[in-house]
């Protein structure tokens, strides 16, 4: 069956960082832009970044632009979120998604979703 499994989650301390990765099973990465989103307590989902299939495009949030990169590894079929400068707002669950080809900040147009990695940025 066709799943993302994210990891690389865990408690930092601000100014540290974490790459997470989301790694695909049962299908392709090549054909689909992958995004990462994160929800924290009482706030709705946000889209942080993307890349699509190429590679060639990855919009990021204003929020962590300058100190979060996405990146593809076509050969291990995963996609890494490297996050640096982590702050406290930063903490929440972070997922990732598939949607065909190209990229979107969106969520609702991303479908396969996995099961969330925590993330959290506390002294």
């Known amino acids: 069956q066709p799943q993302l499994v994210e990891s690389g989650g865990g408690l930092v301390q601000p100014g540290g960082s974490l790459r997470l990765s989301c790694a695909a099973s049962?299908?392709?990465?090549?054909?689909?832009?992958i995004g990462w989103f994160r929800q924290a307590p009482g706030k709705e989902r946000e889209g942080v970044s993307c890349?699509?299939?190429?590679?060639?495009?990855?919009p990021y949030a204003d929020s962590v632009k300058g100190r979060f990169t996405i990146s593809r590894d076509s050969a291990k079929n995963t996609v890494y979120l490297q996050m640096n400068s982590l702050k406290p707002e930063d903490t929440a669950v972070y997922y990732c998604?598939?949607?065909?080809?190209?990229?979107?900040?969106?969520?609702?147009?991303?479908?396969?979703w996995g099961q969330g990695t925590q993330v959290t940025v506390a002294s």
């Open positions: 998604a598939r949607r065909y080809y190209y990229c979107s900040l969106a969520d609702k147009q991303f479908r396969s």
């Open positions: 049962g299908f392709s990465l090549n054909n689909y832009a």
């Open positions: 890349i699509s299939f190429t590679g060639g495009t990855t």
